[in-house]
């Protein structure tokens, strides 16, 4: 079986520490070289075709920049003390606002360990002063914290869509309902929790507060207004404004001058040497200097890193996805799926299970990359909507991060929370059972996912 | 979590390179949809030149990315070995880089040649020396992007005479073989630092490493 050849070829570079981009660029490069004619030209052909031929792909750099501006700045603190104020005095408040805040963060930024270090850094550190435990503290955040790559928008759906050609703005829809849905449950798990255990709850602060602190963080809100209201338009008034990707680099600029001029935590504005944050109308030259700031340099390349890290990795992905598509495999798969007797339920099973373990060893969106175009032509033969399979992809991957032994989030809050890697497995499981519950639900109730889309976009046709 | 710390004049080159380029891309669509929605005008370029700024972005930074040791990996496996043996398995993951960079430097350069009136290699995966006869393709053009004025030479060298309406190919697809030859560059540099012992491996387990020794630091404090 040579596509097997293929397989332990890709899982053995891995394992000897092979950056995941190489082990799937050469194993592809290796099966072609071995078991068909094409040349090595073609190969670089289709490398330069990921970034040429994959407009969609291009929404990822501009949603990495978008969330870069706004962690940079205190974006995240504002949205911190907007959901104490909402949420805090509630027995467990303080782990309920955290929740809350990483399913706002999470509407601003499209991945998980991002969301958990921008909020986990003040929230892990705010709940132990205030009397909770470490292990609970790093428990919720880490949980919380998955929800980066559910709620829109997520990059892991640009690739899901952009691996499949399902519409961005589809899956994004798709996300918001089961994203809240999976905050709730997580703060009700909490609430339960903090009444038997009797936890600490802070005190009401009053509707002042809340109206304050709603105005702060406002400005980094309307990011996500700005990205929705761009891709759908407002419904019975006015149509969509830009496609997903212009909405991208639409909410970076945005983010770019609410971070440089209206929060001036970075750029010529910000405070710096002891001197308070400037106002524009003492330094008017600052609508210059700040496209060309050290700041603003720094943000642009550490966006620019990351997204050259995770499309390095996608390109060599989409080699492989070339590799497979060529060879029928997915095909193949399918009729050995179809012809064992796999029905829709088993054939859910099947998925969830190989993603909860591939999610343990590689990046969401590589790993999506491969098995996305997999599974995908079984999921239509057996009648399951691809939005609703690519929900269901994310949610996998959202626990894939939080399984022990080697979930993506655990590492992350390992090193945010300064605890040891077993102590944050330990604290993320009652969680973790919370989401899994929230993964059978979402597998099999495929309405909590197509009903916005569909209601909204009208419902989708399938094409084989 | 070796992620080397910058310094040096290539390394704030690349790094204002990888700005630049971003930057550059999401004002070039930023002003397309202004462009659209405002003037009620559209930057025909735009789109095919933000995409090949991207791809220049990916391919240019992947080799950047090794240099500092920022591409992701799965490190469970080496941090359960022993000194000695995780370096032999760190070569042998070098020794696998190598020949993949080495292969697809060979695949760029006959993607790319004929574009430019070069000849491609000979050989399926080894270059056995340049190919004798080849079909000049330095005419192929892009679809939408102008070729600029100060280009204007390249009509003389490439195209004997004639004027390009189009950039030509050859200019973005340059990329192709020059990132290819930077990323065999720098493995074999990085397998130079692991084979004198000076560093264990060239993967980063995630993506926030940095931040998250930012943020051990801060709780240090």
Sequence with gaps: ?464 | MQSKPSGGFIDTLEENLIAALLGAMTLLTFANVVARKGFNSNILWGLEATVFLFGWLVLLGASYAVKKGAHLGVDVMINGMSESRRRITGLIAIAVCIAFSFLLLKGSWDYWANFANLPKTEGRWFPLGFEDKFLAKGWYELDDIPHPSILKWMEDVFNEGESYNKMPRMIPYIVLPISSALLLLRFVQAGISVWKGESDRIVASHEVEDEIDEARAQIGD
């Design chain 1, 1 to 464: 079986m040579s596509v097997l050849f293929l397989f332990l070829l890709v899982i053995g570079f891995l394992m000897i520490g092979v950056p995941i981009a190489v082990s799937l660029g050469m194993s592809s490069i290796l099966f072609l070289l071995i078991f068909s004619d094409t040349s090595l030209a073609s190969i670089a052909q289709t490398m330069m075709q990921a970034f040429v031929g994959h407009f969609t792909l291009l929404a990822i750099p501009f949603f990495i920049l978008a969330s870069s501006f706004m962690s940079t700045g205190g974006v995240a603190q504002r949205i911190i003390r907007f959901s104490i104020a909402c949420v805090g005095h509630l027995r467990g408040g303080l782990a309920i606002s955290g929740v809350f805040a990483c399913m706002m963060f999470a509407a601003l930024s499209g991945s998980s360990p991002a969301t958990v270090v921008a909020i986990g850094t003040i929230v892990i550190a705010a709940m132990r002063q205030a009397g909770y435990t470490k292990e609970f503290a790093a428990g919720v955040i880490c949980n919380a914290g998955t929800l980066g790559i559910l709620i829109p928008p997520s990059i892991v759906m640009v690739v899901y869509a952009a691996a499949v050609e399902v519409s961005v703005g589809r899956m994004f829809l798709a996300g918001v309902i089961p994203g809240l849905l999976a905050g709730l449950m997580l703060m009700v798990a909490i609430y339960v929790m903090a009444r038997i255990k009797n936890m600490p709850k802070g005190e009401w602060k009053g509707w002042g507060e809340i109206g304050a602190s709603f105005r702060d963080a406002s400005w980094g809100l309307l990011l996500i207004v700005i990205i929705m209201v761009g891709i759908y338009g407002i419904p019975g008034v006015t149509g969509a404004f830009f496609t997903p990707t212009e909405a991208a680099a639409v909410s970076s600029v945005y983010a770019f001058f609410v971070a440089c001029f209206i929060y001036r935590d970075m750029g010529p504005l910000a405070a710096r040497d002891g001197q308070e944050r400037k106002s524009i109308l003492q330094a008017p030259q600052a609508i210059i200097t700040a496209w060309f700031h050290e700041d603003t340099r720094k943000t642009l390349f550490e966006a620019g890193k990351l997204t050259v890290t995770l499309l390095f990795v996608i390109a060599n992905a989409l080699i492989l996805k070339h590799v497979l598509t060529e060879e029928q495999i997915p095909q193949a798969v399918a009729n050995a799926m179809l012809s064992a007797g796999f029905g829709p339920v088993m054939f859910l099973v099947v998925v969830n299970i190989i993603l909860l373990i591939g999610g343990q060893f590689m990046e969401p969106s590589g790993l999506l990359v491969i098995v996305a175009p997999l599974v995908f032509p079984i999921a239509i033969e057996l009648g399951i909507d691809p939005i609703h399979l690519g929900i269901i992809m994310v949610v996998n991957m959202e626990i894939g991060m939080i399984t022990p032994p080697v979930g993506l989030n655990l590492f992350v809050t390992s090193g945010v929370a300064g605890m040891p890697m077993m102590s944050v497995v330990r604290a993320a499981l009652p969680f973790l059972g919370v989401l899994f519950i929230f993964l059978i639900m979402i597998t099999y109730i495929p309405a909590i996912s197509t009903f916005l889309p569909n209601t909204i976009m009208g419902p989708e046709l399938i094409l084989k």
